[in-house]
């Protein structure tokens, strides 16, 4: 289907920064840096992922684990990340794992990099010196693509991530057409994404997904799209596109 195929990327343009691909193994991100870094992007992929599968290696229960898992002492602080992002949002640690590798790989980067947005399969990781408007690809809602989110605040980095019941091969329990989060933390964000996404069902579900991540610490903006209907709260601007 199309949107496994991520076409919605022939539509991203980034002026002023080198755009770029890197794919190890399932991990497939693009990726805009104020310099070329595929280099450097490339390894801290091959690091995270390491990571991530030494741990899984020896805690098979990440890997499959629906619901929260304890918080562990003297873990990779990527792991601890992801441990703490499902209990926050209620969801198993591996409803993070796209922002939290998008999140690692864009603080690599930001060692040499002034800028940089990293997408991974629609969790996105960013820090920019100037304002940037994120469409927001929903599937068959009448919404998708017609508006996006500008993103005004600059200097710091933002996670925009999204979740989708009926959009991509990620594993969701609801019928939302995009739940999309925003935070400081890319492995936050992608948790309660996944969160709210299981909520929605129907349009009345809209405005309970978004009291209950809104309660959550850590949740700047949130947008809840189910076919034509859509709900917002926080730090948000939507405009057309």
């Not at 539509?11 to 280099?39: N, R, Y």
């Amino acid at each position: 289907m199309q949107y496994d195929q991520r076409t919605y990327r022939a539509h991203t343009s980034t002026p002023g920064l080198e755009t770029f691909t890197v794919s190890v193994k399932e991990t497939d991100l693009l990726i805009s840096a104020s310099q070329q870094c595929e280099e450097t992007a490339t390894e801290a992929v091959r690091e995270v992922r390491a990571i991530l599968e030494k741990h899984i290696q020896d805690n098979p229960d990440f890997k499959t684990s629906l619901k929260p898992l304890p918080i562990a002492p003297h873990v990779p602080e990527v792991i601890g990340k992801m441990l703490a992002a499902g209990v926050a949002a209620d969801v198993g640690p591996m409803a993070a794992v796209a922002g939290a590798v998008a999140e690692y790989v864009g603080i690599e980067l930001l060692k040499t990099c002034n800028q940089v947005i990293i997408e991974n399969g629609g969790d996105i990781f960013l820090k920019t010196d100037t304002p940037i408007t994120i469409g927001v690809f929903a599937g068959e809602s009448p919404l998708s693509e017609k508006i996006g989110m500008k993103i005004s605040r600059t200097g710091r980095p933002l996670a925009v991530c999204t979740s989708s019941g009926r959009v991509g091969p990620s594993l969701s329990f609801g019928r939302a057409d995009a739940a999309t989060i925003l935070s400081a933390s890319a492995t936050l964000a992608d948790a309660v994404a996944t969160s709210i996404g299981n909520l929605v069902h129907g349009k009345d579900d809209i405005q309970k997904a978004i009291d209950e991540a809104k309660a959550i610490s850590g949740i700047e903006g949130i947008l809840v799209i189910q076919d034509e209907h859509l709900g917002a709260w926080g730090d948000i601007e939507l405009v057309a596109l």
